[in-house]
């Protein structure tokens, strides 16, 4: 996508995947540690329950990345339950409690460029919840906000 100026009325800063991030990327911008709770916490099941994870569990740089959204099947929606203190500085604003089909601007978040062009790769890591073993009830999605430099 081209580089173009940020929507008006929206404090979010562009962004766009670009591959798939490796082991090494993981650890190398300090997010493995919640790839190593999450996998800690699930055993032998496909995704840990929620009841059983616990954020506060992991590193405060973690913490301060994560979002977590409830999934709402009647609605086929997704709910923010909690965005990252460090992730207020990134994007320059608090979702928690906002439904993602409602963020007017929710594509930007993650398929385009910076409003000057400039491009960061940093690796991101979106796992699942499961409160029932069978079906993915929330995602947690992490990101080293702290590393990328981006400050509001």
Do not use: C
Request: aromatic share 10%.
């Amino acid at each position: 996508m081209a580089a173009s100026a940020k929507p008006p009325d929206s404090p979010i800063v562009a962004v766009k995947q670009i591959s798939e991030a490796s082991d090494d990327d993981l650890k190398a911008w300090d997010i493995d540690p919640l790839l190593d709770y999450w996998n800690k916490v699930r055993g032998d099941a496909f995704a840990p329950r929620w009841e059983d994870f616990h954020i506060i569990d992991l590193p405060a740089d973690v913490r301060g990345g994560l979002v977590v959204v409830d999934h709402d099947p009647g609605r086929n929606d997704f709910r923010v339950r909690f965005w990252g203190v460090d992730l207020w500085d990134m994007f320059g604003v608090d979702l928690t409690g906002a439904w993602l089909s409602d963020i007017k601007h929710m594509g930007v978040l993650h398929h385009a460029e910076t409003a000057t062009g400039e491009t960061k790769i940093y690796p991101v890591i979106r796992l699942p919840i499961s409160d029932d073993g069978t079906t993915v009830t929330k995602i947690i999605t992490v990101r080293n906000a702290k590393r990328l430099g981006w400050r509001r």
